[in-house]
T-cell receptor, first 114, second 113 residues
């Protein structure tokens, strides 16, 4: 079975642009979470979606938005990019929205903002 | 608010020796605790979790973790380290509401041959 897949794997943007990152969860998983990992730090929670509804939001500005589609895939959008948005963006899936299960992570999308 | 702390930025150990990576937590209610490993330029991989039951939890690749409620700790251990264990290790706690997992800053494990 395929794991969590993310695209693109690497991308370079300039300040002020916007970016869309995509994630496909493991088949059968209904929850998708997004994390930002800045070099040298632990992943920081951005969003969680379950059954196409936002269930949790981290401490990120409104420039960050996301959505989940009927097939449970998800997009993370970031507008008006800043240099500080440069990071590895990780998507993780899990079966349920409120459970004690572990997260399954994709390889991430590395965003560089120049 | 839930949080985890990993007091060591780096742990160095010789191959064949036991290793310990430390983690302390702060939660309200029952803790749901996890360990993940990250290899260079890769996503995180689940190692093990504590939800309830035995305080010693066994996981992947020979790793285990000991849950200590009185000390609010969840240290990761392995009896005999391998060079291939060298990686970045994250302790994590599930938020009480269940919707987010909070990660520590990470500990880099370096195993020398």
């Amino acid at each position: 079975d395929a794991g969590v897949t993310q695209s693109p794997t690497h991308l370079i943007k300039t300040r002020g642009q916007h970016v869309t990152l995509r994630c496909s969860p493991i088949s059968g998983h209904k929850s998708v979470s997004w994390y930002q990992q800045v070099l040298g730090q632990g992943p920081q929670f951005i969003f969680q979606y379950y059954e196409k509804e936002e269930r949790g939001r981290g401490n990120f500005p409104d420039r960050f938005s996301a959505r989940q589609f009927p097939n449970y895939s998800s997009e993370l959008n970031v507008n008006a990019l800043l240099l500080g948005d440069s990071a590895l963006y990780l998507c993780a899936s899990s079966f349920g929205g409120l459970n004690t299960g572990e997260l399954f992570f994709g390889e991430g999308s590395r965003l560089t903002v120049l | 608010a839930q949080s985890v702390a990993q007091p060591e930025d780096q742990v160095n150990v010789a191959e064949g020796n036991p290793l310990t990576v430390k983690c302390t937590y702060s939660v309200s209610g029952n803790p749901y605790l996890f360990w993940y490993v990250q290899y260079p330029n890769r996503g995180l991989q689940f190692l093990l979790k504590y939800i309830t039951g035995d305080n010693l939890v066994k996981g992947s690749y020979g790793f285990e973790a000991e849950f200590n409620k009185s000390q609010t700790s969840f240290h990761l251990k392995k009896p005999s380290a391998l060079v291939s264990d060298s990686a970045l290790y994250f302790c994590a706690v599930r938020d009480t509401g269940g919707f987010k997992t909070i990660f520590g800053a990470g500990t880099r494990l370096f195993v020398k041959a």
